[in-house]
């Protein structure tokens, strides 16, 4: 189990262990159209637990989302917490959070919008929504 704040490449490579990790995701560039390039700073924490099946699926998925915007001013942070939604640092006690994978999208201080264990319509449709309102 991987916990607080996490580089993608070692939590990737962690998950690659799991069933339900998809590599072959392909992401649906056409949909993201109105945040290609995006220059807005935006920071997006993405809040994990390694043993949750969700995460497994979602955050590979996520991140080629998050690759494809292709936006400079993007910062992205994985926090993994345990079953009890926590880790050691408390880095996700900042954030009110009840289930994983939690998507947390802020620009600055003021959060735009969330995703929830899974998209509503897609992770790309749910981002642009958040991202364009």
Same mark, same amino acid.
């Given at each position: 189990?991987?916990?607080g704040q996490l580089a993608l490449p070692e939590l990737l490579a962690h998950l690659k262990?799991?069933?339900d990790y998809d590599a072959d995701y392909q992401v649906d560039v056409d949909s993201l159209t109105p945040v290609l390039n995006f220059n807005k700073e935006i920071t997006i924490s993405v809040i /994990? @637990? =390694?043993w949750c099946p969700d995460c497994h699926r979602e955050v590979p998925r996520l991140a080629k989302v998050i690759d494809a915007i292709n936006g400079k001013q993007v =910062?992205? &942070?994985y926090i993994g917490v345990d079953k009890q939604k926590t880790d050691p640092d408390n880095i996700s006690a900042q954030f009110d959070f009840e289930r994983i994978p939690t998507v947390i999208v802020q620009? @600055?201080?003021q959060e735009l919008g969330r /995703? /929830? &264990?899974q998209p509503q319509q897609s992770l &790309?449709?749910?981002l642009v929504a958040i991202l364009t309102q």
């Open positions: 189990m991987l916990l262990n799991y069933p /994990i @637990g =390694t =910062t992205v &942070e620009d @600055g201080t /995703i /929830i &264990e &790309e449709k749910d």
